[in-house]
């Protein structure tokens, strides 16, 4: 995978990352966005 892409993968998942009780977790909303489901 080329490097911008890999850079803009890494934006798109670190933008959806939350924290919630000290813990980063993603919302299976966005995690099943990001796959493509």
């Given at each position: 995978m080329p490097t911008n892409t890999?850079?803009?993968?890494a934006k798109q998942i670190e933008t959806?990352?939350?924290m919630l009780r000290g813990q980063r977790v993603i919302l299976d909303a966005d995690?099943?966005?990001?796959?493509?489901v």
């Amino acid at each position: 995978m080329p490097t911008n892409t890999t850079a803009t993968l890494a934006k798109q998942i670190e933008t959806r990352i939350l924290m919630l009780r000290g813990q980063r977790v993603i919302l299976d909303a966005d995690l099943s966005a990001l796959y493509g489901v």
